[in-house]
């Protein structure tokens, strides 16, 4: 009777030690699968950062290009004379005609005391 119960209490250790055996294997390997999902998810940001560096460059790229280009085109633009008149001065010549036009037009009028406001 002695020896049973001594066999029954070492096979019932045998089965607790079993029993927490598995439960740390079982441990483990849901530690080691979150461990690859977390290094999975750090290699998607990684790629993911690699692919937002490369759009920043071409934009930054795209971005010298144009500042030089407009760069290029006021150089041009500035530079421009029409019969040693410069582009600015041509520009306005309209206006000044206009304003021009209206002046005349209204000293020409010999009325132009007789008109009401």
Known sequence: MKALSYLRNKRDLALQAANATQKQLNLVRLHEQSKKNLEQEIQNYKDEAQKQRK??????????????EASDLTQKVTSLTVAGDSLRSILLLP??????????????????FLMIS
Do not use: G
């Not at 934009?59 to 010298?64: A, N, S």
């Not at 206006?95 to 132009?112: C, E, G, K, V």
């Open 95 to 112: 206006i000044q005609l206009f304003f021009l036009w209206l002046y005349m037009s209204y000293f020409s009028n010999p009325y132009r």
């Open 55 to 68: 759009i920043i460059y071409q934009l930054e790229k795209e971005r010298d290009r144009y500042i030089n």
